[in-house]
């Protein structure tokens, strides 16, 4: 019983390894023979504008000798061909070529070409025919001299705000301020030149802000906006800080002056109102009556009666 029934067994295990082995051998057939497979040495290239840049796809297995290649870039409308039919078309026409495998190539790159390209390879002789690869392209973008303000004169104690403003670079520009050719840094505190300053700068929006201006917060102010691309500054401005003890005093003339005219214009209000002209009429009653002297006065001079009113006099 014992000797029949021992080689059916080992029959039965050795079908199974023989299955095993044959599905081990098919399924390795299928991934390394007859399948496309693709792959990239760079899913997120960047480049500067103007610079070349090589979006990778390479094929990994193949069978099929004579593969289709297709890329296409997909942005915000939705997909476009870039190389179909063995021709680079649209937009990159004349600034991009295939490299080795089915690479992009784009030798002159712009702003623009940031987006999303997919890379389609279709290979009719393989088992699994298909594979596609997506590159996300960054072009950076220097920027350009920025925008700055700076408030020309601030009274001491006062608030005061410095901008500066770049929208071409990308990334995003970060922004630097410089006080006489020196960096303000970031957080006052962290400095003993500029320790004793109340202000806030903003490195994504700026903006420079200080809460109450001193005496040495005065001088020649510039900004720089950078990013991976490269940097651009404005040109230096002066800001001055001017005491206001000075306001104080010009403000105080001003009263004073204020005042004085209106002492001067009560006093001829009174003349007007004959409060002084009713003592006049008293000593002078045989003279041209209901007339102020001083307001008199004045007014044949302004209409050039001046004889007139000498004679009158004499
Ligand atoms: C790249 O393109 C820009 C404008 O699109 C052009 O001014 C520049 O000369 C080009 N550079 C090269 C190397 O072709
Ligand atoms: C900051 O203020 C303190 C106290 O008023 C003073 O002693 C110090 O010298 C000031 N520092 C600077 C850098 O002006």
Request: proline share 4%; with cysteine; hydrophobic share 35%.
């Amino acid at each position: 019983m014992f000797g029949r029934s021992r080689p059916t067994f080992d029959t039965k295990m050795a079908r199974t390894r023989l299955a095993c082995l044959l599905t081990l051998l098919s399924t390795h057939c299928y991934l390394g023979v007859l399948a496309v497979v693709l792959k990239t040495n760079n899913e997120s290239p960047w480049t500067n504008e103007f610079d070349k840049v090589e979006l990778s796809c390479l094929i990994e297995s193949i069978t099929t000798s004579n593969p289709r290649i297709e890329w296409k870039k997909i942005t915000r409308d939705g997909p476009s061909y870039v190389y179909f039919d063995k021709r680079i078309s649209g937009d990159l026409e004349d600034r991009a070529m295939i490299r080795e495998h089915a690479s992009l190539l784009i030798t002159n790159a712009t702003r623009s070409d940031t987006a999303k390209y997919r890379c389609e390879v279709t290979a009719a002789n393989d088992q699994k025919s298909f594979d596609e690869i997506v590159i996300n392209l960054v072009v950076r973008v220097k920027p350009v001299v920025p925008k700055c303000h700076v408030p020309k004169s601030v009274p001491f104690g006062k608030s005061a705000e410095l901008s500066c403003v770049e929208e071409e670079g990308f990334p995003k520009s970060q922004y630097q301020w410089f006080k006489d050719n020196e960096e303000i840094p970031d957080d006052p505190k962290t400095s003993l030149k500029f320790s004793n300053s109340s202000y806030t700068l903003n490195a994504d929006t700026g903006t420079l802000k200080f809460i109450t201006v001193r005496k040495e917060d005065a001088g020649d102010y510039f900004c720089r906006a950078k990013n991976d691309a490269g940097s651009a500054e404005c040109s230096a401005q002066q800001l001055e800080v001017y005491d206001i003890n000075i306001v104080g005093i010009i403000l105080g003339v001003l009263v004073v002056v204020i005042v004085l005219l209106c002492i001067t214009a009560g006093i001829c209000c009174a003349y007007k109102q004959g409060y002084f002209s009713s003592r006049k009429q008293a000593g002078n009653n045989y003279k041209v009556p209901a007339k102020g002297d001083g307001v008199d006065y004045v007014r044949t001079e302004d209409e050039g009666d001046f004889r007139h009113k000498s004679s009158f006099v004499i």
